[in-house]
C-alpha cells in the first residue's frame, strides 16, 4: 500500500491530499470525488471504472486528455476537468442530459444539426473540440520538445508482467533467448499480488519495461512500438524473432442501464484500489460476475470491503443512480454505491489483430504467418456475454461517444450487420478504448439479434495507435525506426 498522505494536488481549484505512489485517479476517489469526465454527447457523468477511458481524462498542468489512472500525484500539480463549459463551477453543457438519446444518434460529427459552413460551422467546431477535450490547446509551459526513443533488439519479446508472462520470459531466457518484457503497470503481476498472489523471480537476464504500453505492432510483429504512461520519457521500439502474448482478459461491463455510473468498476481497478492505495470501492459493494465474483468478493472482504450481495451477472438487469451507482435490480432492489464486475472475461484482440494483417481493410489481403505465441489466460475461449431479453434501450454500449443500445439495435433490424459499418454509423469504440469494450458488446448485440455466432461476423479493423502517443514521443522515433523502401 502507498505510504502517509504527503502531497497536495488542486482539482478544480480544490486541494485534494495524495499518499506516495498514488495515481491521481485513486487520489480522487479517495477524497469522494468520483466523478471525473462526461459522456462526448450527452454529457453524463463518467469515473474511475477501468473498462471505458474516457471516464478518467482530464487536463494536467496544461495537458489535456491526461489518463488520471496513470498519472501519479505530485506536489502542487494542477488537475481540471474537461468537457464544461464556460467552468466546472458552471456547466452549461450538462442542459444536454435533457436531449433525448435519438437526438444524437449518429455522432455529432456526421449528425443532423451540423451546419455545413460560415461561423456557424466554426462555432460547431469549437464546440466538437471542447466535448473532446481540446478546447483550449496545451499551455505554452506543457509543450516539450521531442523524447528521445530507444531501440532493443532481442530474440523474444513478452507483453505482460503478471504470472505467465513472468513464466514465459522466464521459459525463453532458460532456452538461452535474449528477452525483454513489457508491462503497463508500474510493478509487475499487480492484479496476481493484489489477489494475495505471489511472483516468481525473473531471470536475471530477462530486460523489464515496466509503465509502458505497446501501442502498435508493424512488420507482421516483428516492430513493436511502446509508449511509457509518462509523457516526460522516449518510446522504445523492439524488434523481436518471436512475440509472446501474455496480456491476459479483461472483464466486460454489464449490458444493463447504468453501466457507465461512477462507482461501476472491473474487478482489476477495484482491487488496485483496495489493495494498493487502501481505498475500497463504495461503502457498500455489489460484485457480479461469471463464475469468479465469490473470490474477488472474499478479497475485497479480506481488504476491508462490505459486500452486500454476489451474484451472476447475468441476474443483473439495471444498475440505479444519476450522478453515481445507488442499487441494483437483480429480481429484487438492493442498494449499494458500487458495482464491481468480474467477467464476463474477453482477451484484447488488437496487437494480434495488427501482426497478423487481419480484416479487410488492410493494405493487403494475405494474412501475415507472424510468429506469435499466446499463452495463459489470454489463450483461453472468450466468455459469451449476456445480452438481456428486455434490453433497455438507452442502455450504453459505447459510453465515452453515447452510442445506444436503441442506437444500435435500429440499424440492425433496418438491416445493417457489418460491425464496420456498424462503427462508422454510430462512432461505437472510436474513442480512446479503441474498440475494447464496445465492440465486444456491439458483436454480442448483433449476434444475438441476428440468431447467429460472434465468431461469423468479422470485427471492424484494429489499427495503430490502439493507446495514445504524445507527438514529442512519435518524432523521437525518426532516429530508431528504419523506414521501408
Keep these: 500500500m502507498t ?7 488542486t482539482w478544480n481549484n480544490q486541494t485534494v491530499s495524495a499518499n506516495t505512489g498514488d495515481s491521481v485517479a485513486a487520489a480522487l476517489y479517495r477524497a469522494g470525488i ?55 463551477s458552471f456547466d452549461l453543457l450538462k442542459l444536454a442530459r ?14 443532423r444539426f451540423a451546419p455545413s459552413q460560415g461561423k456557424a460551422y466554426l462555432l460547431w467546431e469549437r464546440l466538437l473540440a471542447n466535448l473532446a477535450g481540446v478546447g483550449e490547446p496545451p499551455s505554452r509551459d506543457a509543450v516539450s520538445g521531442e523524447r528521445k526513443a530507444a531501440k532493443v533488439i532481442v530474440d523474444t519479446l513478452v507483453v505482460g508482467g503478471g504470472p505467465e508472462g513472468q513464466k514465459a ?25 493484489a489477489m494475495g498472489g505471489a511472483l516468481n523471480k525473473l531471470h536475471e537476464s530477462v530486460q523489464v519495461f515496466s509503465g509502458m504500453e505497446l501501442f502498435g505492432s508493424y512488420r507482421g510483429g516483428t516492430l513493436m512500438v511502446a509508449a511509457p504512461t509518462r509523457h516526460d520519457q522516449g518510446a522504445v ?3 523481436a524473432s518471436k512475440l509472446v502474448l501474455a496480456t491476459g482478459k479483461r472483464s466486460m461491463p454489464p449490458m444493463v442501464y447504468g453501466n457507465h455510473l461512477p462507482g461501476v468498476m472491473d474487478a482489476h481497478t477495484a482491487l488496485l484500489l483496495s489493495h494498493f492505495h487502501g481505498v475500497q470501492p463504495g461503502k457498500t459493494i455489489a460484485v457480479i460476475g461469471s463464475g469468479e465474483e465469490k ?28 450522478s453515481r451507482v445507488t442499487a441494483i435490480d437483480v429480481g429484487k432492489c438492493i442498494k449499494c454505491d458500487a458495482v464491481v464486475h468480474v467477467g464476463p472475461w474477453h482477451r484484447d484482440p488488437s496487437l494480434e489483430f495488427q501482426s497478423r494483417a487481419e480484416g479487410r481493410l488492410q493494405v493487403s489481403d494475405v494474412l501475415i504467418d507472424a510468429n506469435i505465441e499466446v499463452v495463459g489466460f489470454a489463450s483461453t475461449a472468450d466468455d459469451k456475454i449476456h445480452v438481456p431479453e428486455r434490453l433497455d434501450p438507452r442502455t450504453r454500449i459505447c459510453p465515452c461517444m453515447d452510442v445506444t443500445a436503441g442506437e444500435l439495435v435500429g440499424l440492425i433490424k433496418g438491416g445493417e450487420t457489418d460491425p464496420e459499418v456498424l462503427k462508422r454509423l454510430t462512432s461505437c469504440g472510436m474513442g480512446p478504448c479503441q474498440g475494447l469494450p464496445c465492440w465486444e458488446s ?43 523502401r
Excluded at 505510504?3 to 494536488?9: D, L, P, R, T
Excluded at 489535456?64 to 498519472?71: A, H, I, K, S, Y
Excluded at 521459459?171 to 503497470?185: N, P
Design 34 to 88: 468520483i466523478s471525473i469526465a462526461k459522456t462526448r454527447k450527452l454529457h453524463e457523468p463518467m469515473g474511475y471504472s477501468g473498462s471505458f477511458i474516457t471516464g478518467v481524462l482530464a487536463r494536467v498542468d496544461g495537458r489535456p486528455n491526461v489518463r488520471l489512472d496513470q498519472e501519479l500525484a505530485k506536489e502542487g500539480m494542477r488537475v481540471e476537468s474537461q468537457n464544461r463549459w464556460p467552468s466546472a
Design 169 to 193: 520470459a522466464n521459459d525463453a531466457a532458460a532456452r538461452g533467448a535474449s528477452v525483454a518484457l513489457v508491462t503497463r503497470g508500474q510493478t509487475l503481476g499487480r492484479y496476481a499480488v
Design 3 to 9: 505510504g502517509e498522505a504527503i502531497v497536495k494536488f
Design 237 to 239: 521500439a523492439f524488434e
Design 98 to 111: 435533457f436531449l433525448p438519446p435519438t437526438w444524437v444518434y449518429g455522432g455529432f460529427e456526421h449528425g
Design 295 to 322: 473470490k474477488v468478493a472474499d478479497r475485497l472482504s479480506h481488504l476491508g470491503a462490505r459486500i452486500t450481495y454476489c451474484g451472476a451477472a447475468s441476474d443483473l438487469t439495471r444498475i440505479h443512480g444519476s
Design 442 to 484: 456491439m458483436l454480442a448485440l448483433l449476434a444475438s439479434l441476428t440468431g447467429r455466432s460472434v465468431d461469423d461476423f468479422m470485427r471492424p479493423s484494429h489499427r495503430a495507435p490502439r493507446r495514445s502517443i504524445t507527438v514529442a514521443q512519435a518524432a523521437g522515433l525518426c532516429d530508431v525506426v528504419d523506414v521501408l
